[in-house]
T-cell receptor, first 112, second 114 residues
Framework: QEKVQQSPESLIVPEGAMSSLNCTFSNSASQSIWWYQQHPGKGPEALI?????GNKKEGRLTVYLNRASLHVSLHIRDSQPSDSAVYLC????????????FGLGTTLQVQP | EAAVTQSPRNKVTVTGGNVTLSCRQTNSHNYMYWYRQDTGHGLRLIHYSYGAGNLQIGDVPDGYKATRTTQEDFFLLLELASPSQTSLYFCASSDAEGARDTQYFGPGTRLLVL
């Protein structure tokens, strides 16, 4: 069974700082990696996904994927208080019919 | 933007009770999913479907039934609810099942089984 581990469990950063979140997965056949954001009382919302080794940038978000080390990171530039939320890393394994396997999440708090 | 709605938003029942959670999506997505979210376990897939009348078993299906009546509607049934099923339940939908297809989540239903 695929395992997805996230670190740190919680992160506090000042407004304007860079937030860096990490995720490791156990299956090198993981086809895609997704980051979801979940605010209290809401459902998860897809932020960004990556399929190929390397990096992908969308606005203030940058994702780095290293398949050899089974590691992916999410970096949020110029963090804002509205970014405070739980960030969930999820993987889809090749041939697993779109099934998302989630990590436990990182709670980000951005202090004004 | 995909729209997924769930009802009820909160539900309290007793052990042995019968509960139905409802989910509707309005974007004609083919795939619909039921997850539960628990502290220490994260989000786990219960059942999913790729069309009306279809049902696929997820990772934690025991104690749950599901039914997809239309393209839009997906129901989760707990016929003999137990306290271990106290959880936050999310429905999601996606257009296809590929690795590049975004899953859109509903707002969740909080279920308490006494």
């Amino acid at each position: 069974q695929e395992k997805v581990q996230q670190s740190p469990e919680s992160l506090i950063v000042p407004e304007g700082a860079m937030s860096s979140l990490n995720c490791t997965f156990s299956n090198s056949a993981s086809q895609s990696i997704w980051w979801y954001q979940q605010h209290p009382g809401k459902g998860p919302e897809a932020l960004i996904s990556i399929f190929s080794n390397g990096n992908k940038k969308e606005g203030r978000l940058t994702v780095y994927l290293n398949r050899a080390s089974l590691h992916v990171s999410l970096h949020i530039r110029d963090s804002q208080p509205s970014d405070s939320a739980v960030y969930l890393c999820a993987v889809i394994i090749t041939g697993n019919t779109g099934k998302l396997i989630f990590g436990l999440g990182t709670t980000l708090q951005v202090q004004p | 933007e995909a729209a997924v709605t769930q009802s009820p938003r909160n539900k309290v029942t007793v052990t042995g009770g019968n509960v139905t959670l409802s989910c509707r999506q309005t974007n004609s997505h083919n795939y619909m999913y039921w997850y539960r979210q628990d502290t220490g376990h994260g989000l786990r897939l219960i059942h999913y479907s790729y069309g009306a009348g279809n049902l696929q078993i997820g990772d934690v299906p025991d104690g749950y039934k599901a039914t997809r009546t239309t393209q839009e509607d997906f129901f989760l049934l707990l016929e003999l609810a137990s306290p271990s099923q106290t959880s936050l339940y999310f429905c999601a939908s996606s257009d296809a099942e590929g690795a590049r297809d975004t899953q859109y989540f509903g707002p969740g239903t909080r279920l308490l089984v006494l």
